[in-house]
């Protein structure tokens, strides 16, 4: 039976080029390649915005994470991509992206082999905007200085994703230990 929630995601090579899609549930259960997009988010003060990751999403629930991310669904390129879940999981449209860097990683969730290209972005936007954070995927939303992440992960580095820790230390050094 189809996955009504996720549409079929793109199917790449290991060298990321498109030769299909499936389903996500597929996806990871044959390994295959994919991609997906990650953004982050700071604001006028030098901070990061970080979701937590809501208790029934299928990897990492409870884990914190970059402010939006999410699957290159079929029919989709990454930049649209990164612009739908801003809109879906924050409620911010019209944000401008800054492309940081596309790599390729593996890892296994359970059963799950997780074989994919993730590009990540970064917007800035103003001290004070307000997000209207999807609730199924999004438990909570909170700001850290550089200062105060790099203690969160010292302290607790199981609460945070795999990915995001990989991101902060490739692509954003000041908010890495």
Known sequence: MPDI?????VIVDE??????TAMLAETWQKGLYHRIVAVFITDDKGRMLLQLRGPDVKVYPNCWDQAAGGHVDKGQS???SAAN??????GLHGI???????HKSN???GDRIINQFERVYKAEVP???KFKPEESEVAE???FTAPELKARIAHQPDKFTPGLLYDIEHYFPEFWS
């Not at 401008?96 to 596309?102: A, D, F, I, S, Y």
């Open 127 to 129: 001290f004070g905007t």
């Open 15 to 20: 060298n990321d080029n498109e030769i299909g």
């Open 5 to 9: 929630k996720y549409p079929p995601v």
């Open 85 to 90: 879940e801003l809109a879906e999981e924050l």
């Open 78 to 80: 990454y930049e649209t």
């Open 96 to 102: 401008t992206l800054t492309e940081m860097g596309t």
């Open 107 to 109: 890892a296994h969730d």
């Open 141 to 143: 939303l909170e700001w």
